[in-house]
Structures are given as C-alpha cells and as structure tokens.
C-alpha cells in the first residue's frame, strides 16, 4: 500500500493546492482543512483518471478513510 500512498499524496496535493499534506491510511477529510465536499469530487475524479478506474457511487459512499479509498484502487488493479 506504500506505493499508493506516495501516488495519493501526490494527487492530493496538487487538487487540494497543499505542498504540506501526508497522508496515512487512517487520514480522513476532518484531518485535512481543504478537504472538503466540493473537492472530495475532485480527488475522486483525479484519482479515477490517474488510474484509469471508475468507482460506484455505492463504494465512494462507503469509504472512511485513505486506507479505503486505497483498497478500492488496489481491488481493481
């Protein structure tokens, strides 16, 4: 999962306009105060075109954390 995180953090800097974000696989949208509805859109959509993937609304809905939007990638790599 390492290798997503660096891959995440990447993607969510440059959406979230921020050079200090780390993440890990606990990180969640309170611990980031850019991260917010408008632009959870966004690092979906980045995340998506980056790796050539589509989400379900229902699998977007259900995530809590980094770690499962990392899972989510890693299950259809």
Do not use: C
């Amino acid at each position: 999962m390492s290798n997503y995180i660096a891959e995440f953090e990447t993607l969510f800097r440059d959406v979230l306009e921020n050079d200090d974000i780390v993440l890990t696989n606990e990180t969640t949208a309170h611990d980031i105060e850019e991260w917010d509805s408008i632009n959870h859109i966004y690092l979906v959509v980045e995340i998506e075109k980056h790796f050539k993937i589509k989400f379900s609304s229902s699998e977007i809905l259900q995530w809590q954390n980094v770690g499962e939007m990392i899972q989510s990638v890693e299950a259809q790599k």
